[in-house]
């Protein structure tokens, strides 16, 4: 979404306060060291709840990479994940930015965004209109909910050495 101005929701890769922006290692592309520099940077409360998000065309660059296991699931449960990278699902989506874009690979746990609802559900359907002589029937349908991480900031570990949060993205 474009965030609050327009009304619609940032998302995760826009998620002020809490996203991590990972340093590409090279240009343009994704490799093995931005996945581990972006997996030290993951609440380690996250590891068993985090996966991976791509855009379709960065996965001709993951498929290079030695951690990652194709048409592989982890967990058993991931239904239409791509396989897994060090461990964690990988799934692609069109709704991520192309490779050499930042956010064209994301590593979130998913378990700590919430989606609140302002009011619930409200279908109405309608016989009437334009469509009432070819017996069709008009169905509205309107939830109004907005989705944001559950931590307000990154989180300082307590050995105060590095901060990490449960969203991490890869930045150009």
């Known amino acids: 979404g474009l965030g609050a101005g327009s009304q619609q929701p940032l998302g995760m890769l826009k998620a002020p306060n809490t996203a991590i922006a990972q340093s590409r290692a090279g240009s343009g592309h994704i490799a093995v060291a931005d996945c581990t520099n972006m997996m030290k940077q993951l609440i380690p409360f996250s590891w068993n709840h985090a996966i991976w998000m791509t855009s379709p065309y960065s996965l001709a660059d993951i498929g290079?990479?030695?951690?990652?296991v194709p048409n592989e699931d982890p967990l058993g449960t991931e239904m239409g994940c791509a396989g897994s990278l060090f461990s964690r699902p990988l799934f692609v989506t069109e709704k991520l930015p192309a490779l050499g874009t930042a956010g064209d690979l994301m590593l979130?746990?998913?378990?700590?965004?919430?989606?609140?609802?302002?009011?619930?559900?409200?279908?109405?359907?309608?016989d009437q209109g334009p469509s009432f002589t070819s017996n069709q029937t008009w169905i509205k349908v309107w939830l109004r909910c907005d989705g944001r991480p559950l931590l307000?900031?990154?989180v300082t570990l307590q050995d105060?050495?590095?901060?990490?949060?449960s969203i991490i993205y890869l930045n150009t």
Do not use: C, F, Q, W
């Not at 979130?108 to 359907?125: A, F, K, Q």
């Not at 105060?160 to 949060?165: E, I, R």
């Open 64 to 68: 290079k990479i030695a951690g990652y």
């Open 152 to 154: 307000d900031n990154k």
């Open 160 to 165: 105060a050495s590095s901060t990490v949060s």
């Open 108 to 126: 979130v746990d998913p378990s700590l965004y919430v989606i609140g609802n302002r009011m619930d559900v409200e279908i109405t359907l309608s």
